[in-house]
């Protein structure tokens, strides 16, 4: 929800329209257009249904020229060669949700960075079209107040190899383990979150 009398914004994706059957991926740039630097403390989500899932990252201003201002098909290969060059996880849903910092801590956005919005759908009628359209409330704060600065990373079962994933075609139930490792450096965790895909039970 919009709180009144806090600094931030709210960012709309959308409203796209999802033909029967269809899926779509959508990269978006926007610049907030601050003259200073600011620190995340809050994200408000509001996902439609059949979202697969909502990211928001910040992207350099480099990345944000070289992603221009049309919205960039998450398909195309210079679109994910892009994203992985120039950008940085801020938040990440599966679901609607608010994601609120712990006390004193925050995400920091330079002035010269922009954010970048991707939205991944599905329609899962038949016949009818899905208009669908995302929401997110961006809560900030002067930079400098936050004294831990937050990060958010993704942690992929099998690491950058994607046929480390191996179900047995068994047709029962199977379990997968994963471990993550950051060898020489001390982390703490405040928020971890899963997503499976289609045969996904539970995590």
Request: hydrophobic fraction near 35%; charge should be negative.
């Given at each position: 929800?919009?709180q009144?009398?806090?600094?931030?914004?709210?960012?709309k994706?959308?409203?796209?329209?999802?033909?029967?059957?269809?899926?779509?991926?959508?990269?978006?740039?926007?610049?907030?257009?601050q003259?200073?630097?600011?620190?995340?403390?809050?994200?408000?989500?509001?996902?439609?249904?059949?979202?697969?899932h909502?990211?928001?990252?910040?992207?350099?201003?480099?990345?944000?020229?070289?992603m221009?201002?049309?919205?960039?098909?998450?398909?195309?290969?210079?679109?994910?060669?892009?994203v992985?060059?120039?950008?940085?996880?801020?938040?990440?849903w599966?679901?609607?949700?608010?994601?609120?910092?712990?006390q004193?801590?925050?995400?920091?956005?330079?002035?010269?960075?922009?954010?970048?919005?991707?939205?991944?759908?599905h329609?899962?009628?038949?016949?009818?079209?899905?208009?669908a359209?995302?929401y997110?409330n961006?809560?900030?704060?002067?930079?400098?107040?936050?004294?831990?600065?937050m990060?958010?990373?993704?942690?992929?079962?099998?690491?950058?190899?994607?046929?480390?994933?191996?179900?047995?075609?068994?047709?029962?139930?199977?379990t997968?383990?994963?471990?993550?490792?950051?060898?020489?450096?001390?982390?703490?965790?405040?928020?971890?979150?899963?997503?499976?895909h289609?045969?996904g039970?539970?995590?």
């Open positions: 929800p919009v009144e009398g806090r600094q931030g914004y709210q960012m994706f959308g409203p796209v329209f999802l033909q029967p059957l269809g899926e779509f991926e959508y990269f978006q740039v926007y610049n907030p257009k003259p200073t630097g600011e620190e995340i403390t809050e994200m408000h989500a509001k996902l439609p249904p059949n979202a697969h909502y990211v928001l990252r910040s992207i350099t201003e480099a990345g944000a020229a070289a221009g201002v049309v919205p960039a098909l998450g398909s195309n290969f210079s679109t994910q060669i892009q992985y060059q120039y950008t940085k996880f801020l938040g990440i599966q679901f609607s949700d608010d994601l609120i910092l712990p004193g801590t925050a995400h920091y956005r330079d002035s010269t960075e922009s954010f970048l919005l991707n939205l991944h759908m329609n899962y009628s038949n016949t009818q079209i899905l208009a359209s995302a997110v961006v809560y900030t704060q002067p930079w400098g107040t936050g004294n831990i600065e990060k958010t990373d993704l942690s992929s079962y099998g690491g950058t190899n994607p046929f480390a994933l191996q179900i047995p075609p068994t047709g029962l139930p199977d997968l383990q994963t471990i993550c490792t950051s060898p020489g450096e001390t982390r703490y965790f405040w928020n971890i979150q899963a997503h499976t289609q045969w039970k539970s995590y």
